[in-house]
């Protein structure tokens, strides 16, 4: 070794998982393909090797953030378990880390699959302020969150923190939430914002779609993201609404104030046409809701996913989402003011 290097850590590292040793999925239902196993691994040392196995199958590699993308610390995982995969009741997942010294943890989580053939009740309306654990009303599939008297607000904000609701049975449905922007990492090119910094509402979506990384990030194909996006001068905010594939529409110019609350909406409806239409506002909390729609977008593709449960997402934004309201929409009705 050379003088001034230092010593390999043979301290043995730890795998710290977020929500527990047990952890139960379907409490309402089941929003995507996806369970979430979210955590980290505090190591003082290079971890070389990093395996799950699920119920005694053939252990597979999970990856370790970061990644730029879905893993935002130096550690962190997400382990995706395809629910075709899980036993009814008590599922048993292993995990193991060891470093090139050696050193290792081991840890074993209780993994609950509750009502497997369970539909998400629609309309369906979530209150941050009953005290019940956060994977109680939605699916934690990104991130960590911590629940405040205001909501629920990202704890370490970065690439899509996302929580789901709802499920396949839904279709068409409006979304109503309200949103406090605390901060946000400026938009650039490159990761870990991609040019952009938002708080979104995602309707129609069954989960990342199968792709050569772990965990899985091709987010297409889904219904639309309407993603409120902030820009450093935050007179020329606006939304965008965002389809498979990044197909976009925008809206005009928006002025906001960080640490003020607003209200936001996403409706998706399917008019006699056949072809989706999304429709998105944002407004100040405590004013009357505008009667129009801030963007709207209509389009029927091959890859657009027709049926699906809701996404609150927060990327790259420090943000606090309110309770939450999920109506059914049909095409040619108004739902009335104030229904949020």
């Not at 009667?291 to 997402?313: C, K, N, T």
Request: hydrophobic share 40%; with cysteine.
């Amino acid at each position: 070794m050379a003088d001034g290097e230092a010593a390999p850590s043979k301290e043995a590292p730890r795998i710290v998982l977020w929500h527990g040793n047990c952890q139960r999925f379907g409490a309402v239902g089941h929003p995507q393909r996806w369970v979430n196993v979210l955590g980290t691994v505090e190591s003082g040392g290079e971890i070389a090797s990093a395996l799950f196995s699920l119920n005694g199958a053939e252990p597979k590699p999970f990856s370790l953030g970061p990644d730029g993308h879905r893993l935002a610390r130096p550690g962190d995982f997400n382990i995706d378990l395809d629910r075709a995969g899980l036993l009814p009741g008590e599922n048993t997942l292993w995990l193991r880390v060891e470093t090139r010294e050696g050193a290792s943890d081991e840890a074993r989580v209780a993994v609950e699959y509750a009502n497997p053939g369970a539909r998400w009740p629609l309309p369906y309306s979530i209150d941050w302020s009953r005290g019940a654990a956060l994977g109680e009303s939605v699916q934690i599939v990104d991130g960590k969150w911590v629940l405040t008297p205001q909501g629920v607000r990202t704890v370490e904000p970065y690439y899509d923190r996302v929580l789901a609701f709802g499920d396949e049975s839904w279709i068409d449905y409006e979304i109503a939430t309200t949103v406090i922007f605390h901060g946000f990492t400026p938009p650039r090119p490159g990761p870990p914002t991609f040019g952009v910094s938002h708080a979104a509402i995602c309707v129609r979506w069954p989960g990342h779609d199968i792709d050569d990384f772990q965990p899985h990030r091709k987010w297409w194909p889904l219904g639309a993201t309407a993603e409120f996006c902030l820009s450093d001068d935050l007179r020329q905010c606006k939304w965008r609404i965002n389809r498979s594939r990044g197909r976009k529409a925008f809206s005009e110019p928006m002025e906001i104030r960080l640490g003020a609350a607003y209200r936001m909406k996403h409706r998706v409806i399917t008019p006699a046409d056949g072809v989706p239409r999304f429709s998105v506002k944002l407004w100040a909390e405590g004013q009357p809701e505008p009667e129009a729609w801030d963007a709207e977008d209509a389009a029927r593709e091959s890859d657009q996913a027709f049926r699906g449960g809701a996404l609150l997402i927060a990327h790259n934004t420090d943000v606090t989402f309110g309770n939450v309201t999920a109506i059914p929409a049909i095409a040619g009705e108004i739902a009335p003011k104030g229904v949020s």
